[in-house]
């Protein structure tokens, strides 16, 4: 069993930053891929980026490539998403998630945290 709690949402301007943490209970961190989702009122949550366990692969959503930076501190039990050059389309509740297996889906994470609200204004 894995528990997640993001933190570092927030209102920021366009063209700002923020870094999202995700903070894990549980031993076994290290072994989890973890995952950042999010999702827009009235649209679907969608796949933003992920990182792996031991060997630290990272890939991301098109959209965010370049802009976006996912990194984990296994020592501290830590997700995190940088987050630069933010635009009004990134306005969202940002999820990150954990599972045992290399995956971009979200109906493949098997444990989620509650969210946290950025908001980007023009």
């Known amino acids: 069993q894995v528990q997640l709690v993001e933190s570092g949402g927030g209102l920021v301007q366009a063209g700002g930053s923020l870094r999202l943490s995700c903070a894990a209970s549980g031993r076994t961190f290290s072994t989890y891929t973890m995952g950042w989702f999010r999702q827009a009122p009235g649209k679907e949550r969608e796949f933003v980026a992920v990182i792996g366990d031991m060997v630290l692969r990272t890939y991301y959503a098109d959209f965010v490539k370049g802009r976006f930076t996912i990194s984990r501190d296994n020592a501290k039990n830590t997700v995190y998403l940088q987050m630069n050059s933010l635009k009004p389309d990134d306005t969202a509740v940002y999820y990150c998630?954990?599972?045992?297996?290399?995956?971009?889906?979200?109906?493949?994470?098997?444990?989620w945290g509650q969210g946290t609200q950025v908001t980007v204004s023009s």
């Open positions: 998630a954990a599972n045992q297996h290399w995956a971009v889906h979200p109906w493949a994470y098997d444990y």
